[in-house]
């Protein structure tokens, strides 16, 4: 809304445990059981280090990084779905290169033996919270919000 030249203001109850605060922030763009692409990954993903990098540069503060994760199967039915998987274009896309020593070592993270390396993205979401509330017009409230 500020881009678009809008004046906020933030009211918040501040409560002192949210999920918010602890949320893990991961994006991951290969998930769930059937190895499934996450939906419009291609589009949000952009989005969102395009935005968070915005936020960043406006607050002064680093809250979004690019992350190497691993997927490792849970059986052999899920290496069957994968070998099909990796195949596709669009599951490729995300893929990286293993680093040995680091995550796994390369003979399993080739995609053929027990897992795969993908790129990922995390929000620090309680340094969101902070570094937003430092910068943006805010009001602590004690407001009932139920």
Known sequence: MIE???????LDAEP???TSKIAAGLITPITGQRLALSWRVEH???????????IEARTNAQFFHDRTAVRLFKS????????KRK????????LVDP??????????GDCSGGGF???????????????SRGHFPYLATAIDWH
């Open 4 to 10: 678009a030249g809008q004046s906020v203001l933030v």
């Open 99 to 108: 680093q040995p020593g680091i995550l796994l070592d390369a003979s399993i």
């Open 117 to 131: 390396h993908m790129a990922t993205a995390q929000l620090d979401c309680a340094a969101y919270l902070l570094a």
């Open 76 to 83: 052999e039915e899920e290496r069957d779905v994968w070998a």
């Open 44 to 54: 949000m993903l952009p989005f969102a280090r395009a935005f968070y990098a915005r």
């Open 16 to 18: 002192p445990v949210t």
């Open 87 to 94: 195949a596709v274009t669009a599951f490729r896309a995300h």
